[in-house]
């Protein structure tokens, strides 16, 4: 990564990194995203149940995947598609933390939130905890969605959304109030969630450059019900004319 390759001469070229060095998601600041180094490994198993008792384990319990469809740039992303996938996404409306995509770019940023927000004007959540762990970690591009997928895993486990180590000032283009959520700078817990632990979930996004776009729900497995049984994935190829 240090290197002067193609990849990072080019992404520094096209202004998609930051000049400061930092990915401020949600941010003020926020300029462009810091690239990354990382890797993630998941361990993946049927669901029992007798995993109920299984301390730490976590269960995707709805998932879905999209194309971005047309958008302004190669980059940007399509706030409808967005929408979409996560009206797909089995569970979606109950998450009370979402684990963004978040980049940290001025064009990305406000249009991930407005595509949460159109989403979440038809939830039952009281609010929304809106984390970030490319603001702490960077963008480690092929490695993005497991940082985040594994960010998540804490969330749902432990209750505590990440900090987003990057927050100063809220991106006033973002507009995060139409959310109504939190993207907190230091720890915080989950309001109701420790009383009521059955009804929390996390979302996470993942948004590629290809197009494809991927949303999940995960749950912590002492805390799955019977709602949560159906666990059909939803691959969605077909695009109407507009996300074309």
Known sequence: MLAPSFVHVGAAVAAMTSETGRCHTFDAAADGYCRGEGCGVVMLGIRRPDMTSLKGGVAATGFAVKHNGQSATFTALNSISQTRLMEACKGARLTLAVEAHGTGTKLGDPIEIAGLANFKKATTAPRT??????????????????????????VAVANEPQPNAALRTANP????????????????????????????SVGVSSFGYSGIIAHAVLKAVACIDDDDNDLSPTLDAKCSRREL
Request: glycine share 8%; with cysteine.
């Open 173 to 200: 283009v973002a507009r995060i109030e139409k959310l109504d959520c939190l993207a907190p700078p230091t720890d915080t817990v989950v309001a109701g969630a420790t009383s009521s632990p059955r009804a929390f």
């Open 129 to 154: 905890i809106l984390n970030a762990v490319k603001a702490n970690l960077g963008h480690t591009e092929p490695t993005a969605g497991a940082a985040g997928y594994l960010a998540s895993l804490i």
